[in-house]
């Protein structure tokens, strides 16, 4: 893959010292230096991470920004499922049936594929223990829920797919539980 160009290092060194700043709220020179050395750093060995050659910087911010759209959703899923798990946990009749299941998607790019993994680990209850290609090995606390969300009705999956602008392909025979 080839290298950044200069434009794009540039770009990513004014975000990471402006987050560096805007964490830091330290004027002094100490704090300054250090940041434009980390900042450096950061940018010298990752500076391909954020702004890979093959997209646009446009087409970057794009995607940035519904990305931030998107994290108020998985809040909710996640302070959901947190609520569903405490009550499950506390509550001697409610079932708690853990099991894996298999999740197959059509993801091609590994940034999403990584989105995906973490905001199904993130969800409590779930927790994503392979992932290979396309293929998510998923641990869950119940079951039954997990198949309903991630198999069913693939809300997440589907969402994420539009974020990062790839097509999530419709449920097949070959996705099952394990």
Not at 103 to 132: E, K, M, Q, W, Y
Not at 149 to 173: Q, Y
């Amino acid at each position: 893959m080839n290298r950044p160009s200069v434009s794009r290092y540039i770009l990513t060194f004014a975000i990471l010292i402006s987050f560096w700043y805007i964490l830091s709220g330290r004027p002094e020179p100490f704090y300054v230096g250090s940041g434009i050395i980390c900042c450096a750093i950061v940018t010298y060995i990752s500076g391909d991470l954020l702004f890979r050659s093959e997209v646009s910087i446009l087409e970057s911010a794009r995607t940035f920004i519904k990305f931030v759209f998107y994290i108020p959703k998985l809040l909710v899923a996640i302070i959901y499922a947190n609520l569903d798990v405490a009550y499950r946990v506390l509550h001697p009749k409610m079932p708690i049936d853990p099991g894996f299941i298999t999740v197959d998607t059509s993801f091609r790019g590994d940034v999403l594929r990584t989105a995906f993994a973490n905001a199904i680990t993130l969800t409590p209850g779930t927790v994503t223990v392979d992932v290979s290609d396309g293929r998510f090995v998923v641990h869950a606390l119940v079951r039954e829920a997990a198949e309903e969300d991630l198999l069913r009705e693939r809300d997440m999956e589907h969402d994420l797919a539009r974020v990062f602008g790839e097509e999530s392909r419709p449920p097949s025979d070959e996705t099952r539980g394990l």
